[in-house]
């Protein structure tokens, strides 16, 4: 199992990577602070004396402005692949009053900032619900339905991943290694005598492993037996790889093998 193009679009626009906004009719692009809500609903919290915040303000005669989110991936570490990039449109309204302290609280679920104290003074909220979602990766454009969009959750793990990453290459690059190659059996022949493998991708489904020396160099996907919950589950599930000393037959089928892709 891997994540749906639903399941990567919810993660990049989750509010843990710097996005771009673009506005109808007006220059850009914006940089923006967001978040998702539960709902996928993406909230912008803007200065009231900002650009962005100018260019939102709506035509007479309407309360909202046609916006195009823009979140470009950034992978965590050399040699990993990227998400991808999510492009979400849809039509920006300024909160105010109860809905406007609920988004606040909603935004700080996510992404805590003592700027939220200063809604309605000197920053605003505003929200849209995606109309239009597209997901660009490896060359192709995915058009991800909004309804599913709205009930796929972001990976629990993602704004983690990079730290993560360097804790298996820094404490558990052995077991690491002999776990994937073991994993790999006879696919990983010819890198056995390479590089020690790279985990450099995480997610809740699974790891992507990088082999080889340059210039033959391929990924290989392993997917957990079920996604992980949170951190504390992937520990639990990763315990018996990364110390197996502690456990007197250690569990070698507790991951299995996704295919190996060509890098």
Request: charged content about 25%; proline content about 10%.
């Amino acid at each position: 199992m891997q994540p749906t193009p639903a399941e990567v679009a919810r993660t990049l626009a989750a509010g843990r990577i710097a996005a771009s906004a673009y506005v109808a009719n007006r220059p850009g692009p914006y940089r923006t602070r967001h978040v998702s809500d539960a709902l996928g609903r993406v909230l912008l919290l803007v200065p009231v004396i900002d650009d962005l915040a100018l260019a939102l303000r709506p035509v007479p005669g309407t309360d909202d402005t046609a916006l195009v989110l823009d979140v470009r991936d950034l992978p965590p570490t050399a040699g990993a692949p990227p998400l991808g990039r999510a492009w979400i449109s849809g039509w920006a309204t300024a909160l105010d009053g109860a809905e406007a302290q609920q988004a606040a609280l909603d935004y700080a679920e996510i992404e805590p900032t003592g700027d939220l104290l200063d809604v309605g003074s000197r920053f605003v909220l505003y929200r849209f619900e995606p109309a239009e979602v597209r997901l660009e990766r490896e060359g192709e454009t995915i058009h991800v339905d909004p309804a599913e969009y709205g009930a796929a959750e972001p990976d629990p793990l993602h704004h983690l991943e990079r730290e993560l990453l360097a804790d298996l290459a820094d404490h558990h690059q052995r077991e690491i290694t002999e776990f994937v190659l073991r994993q790999l059996g006879e696919s990983a022949g010819p890198h056995r005598e390479g590089p020690p493998p790279r985990v450099v991708r995480l997610d809740r489904y699974g790891f992507v492993v990088l082999l080889g020396a340059p210039g033959s160099r391929y990924r290989a996907r392993l997917a957990f037996p079920r996604p992980v919950r949170d951190h504390a589950d992937l520990v639990q599930l990763l315990h018996p790889v990364l110390w197996p000393a502690r456990h007197a037959q250690p569990e070698r089928g507790r991951l299995h093998q996704g295919g190996p892709t060509a890098s």
